[in-house]
């Protein structure tokens, strides 16, 4: 049972993770964001589809997917 809810948590973390990478992504043409959504119930099978209103922002998106995580300053 823990096993399970620490996939879902860990899940959970990813999607998160990734939404704040591309939350300031935005067409520099059109103002648009990507679209981003999220299929399987596990980070074993996890797929993401990201869509957006041209290649412009799918560019910047893919860009900001595959960037480090920011880090924390301490």
């Known amino acids: 049972m823990f096993l399970v809810q620490d ?5 959970e973390e ?3 993770a990734t939404r704040e990478k ?3 992504v935005r067409c520099p043409h059109h103002g648009q964001p990507p679209r981003l959504d ?14 957006g209103c041209c290649p ?4 910047l998106a893919n860009r900001a997917i595959y960037s480090p995580p920011a880090q ?3």
């Open 14 to 16: 990813f999607k998160q």
């Open 38 to 51: 999220f299929q399987g119930g596990s980070l074993r099978d996890v797929s993401i589809s990201l869509r």
């Open 72 to 74: 924390a300053c301490d």
């Open 56 to 59: 412009a922002v799918m560019s």
């Open 22 to 24: 591309l939350a300031g």
């Open 7 to 11: 996939e879902a948590r860990s899940l």
